[in-house]
């Protein structure tokens, strides 16, 4: 019975490099069932990598296998992993702060460092630049398939040996709440800020009516009005703008049947700030 394996990576679907690591995997065990996540991440963009398998890792059946590729340090020394969740899905990834979300927001159970001569494919030694080809998708094959035991994938490392990168926080007080605009609803530019929905409800207690927001980006102030929070986006009018709890249970930022990202020239950052107002 083989696991699902599920790839991500900052790759795009515009050549075959996908096609590749699937071909890789297959080759290793035909009856695999492959999934994609995302290859949509921004190029070399780690933390945009980390919060896409924070959004879905939790959702997919215990046990199920995850390959990660947001590699700007390909080639270089740095190390790669493989990390077991407490429900027993794994993920295969450089060490290089992919699991930054899922150290902090999930819980990790184990960590091994991966033996790169023992798991890289055979007459791949002298390529240094496709590791999502010639070790992680096939690594993750046979971790899918039950060729190869965690035990086996090289020496057991602390959960504290993982690298990180800066992801977003918040910061409460009496009159504000602000946090930054950590990531987009891609498709239709909703903001996701780093802001959790239970911490807005206990800020806000029992406050009726709009919310004062102001989103700047290093002192330019990208954007100022007062908002209704709503459950759905139908709770105003098409056009009109809403805070709501994202699906991730954080606060988020939408147009109804727009797209606010476009509308103001918004892009996510950990310095893009977002600050709620009761005023």
């Keep these: 019975m083989t696991k699902p394996l599920i790839l991500q990576s900052d790759f795009g679907l515009s050549d075959g490099a996908v096609s590749a690591m699937m071909g890789v995997a297959l080759s290793i065990e035909p009856t695999l069932n492959i999934h994609h996540n995302t290859h949509d991440i921004t190029p070399f963009n780690i933390h945009e990598a980390s919060y896409r398998l924070f959004q879905s890792i939790s959702y997919w059946p215990a046990n199920s296998v995850f390959v990660s590729i947001v590699d700007p340090g390909v080639g270089t020394s740095r190390n790669s992993v493989v990390v077991e969740l407490e429900n027993g899905s794994i993920l295969v990834t450089p060490n290089n702060g992919t699991t930054s979300h899922i150290a902090k927001f999930l819980k990790i159970k184990h960590v091994y460092e991966v033996d790169i001569l023992k798991h890289r494919l055979k007459n791949h ?107 759905g986006f139908n709770d105003v009018q098409p056009g009109d703008v809403l805070l709501y709890n994202n699906s991730l249970n954080r606060l988020g930022c939408a147009i109804n049947q ?22």
């Design 125 to 231: 030694q002298d390529n240094y630049t496709f590791d999502g080809r010639d070790l992680y998708s096939a690594l993750g094959a046979k971790l899918a398939s039950g060729q190869v035991s965690l035990e086996e994938v090289g020496i057991e490392l602390k959960i504290e040996d993982l690298k990180t990168v800066e992801i977003g926080t918040y910061t409460l007080s009496k009159q504000t709440l602000s946090g930054c605009v950590e990531i987009l609803d891609v498709r239709f530019g909703s903001l996701w800020t780093s802001i959790p929905y239970d911490v807005f409800n206990t800020f806000r207690q029992d406050h009726q009516g709009k919310y004062h927001i102001v989103i700047t980006h290093e002192n330019t102030v990208l954007y100022d009005d007062h908002i209704v929070f709503g459950k």
């Design 258 to 279: 727009g797209n606010f990202a476009k509308t103001y020239t918004i892009k996510p950052g950990l310095d893009v700030l977002f600050t709620i107002s009761l005023d």
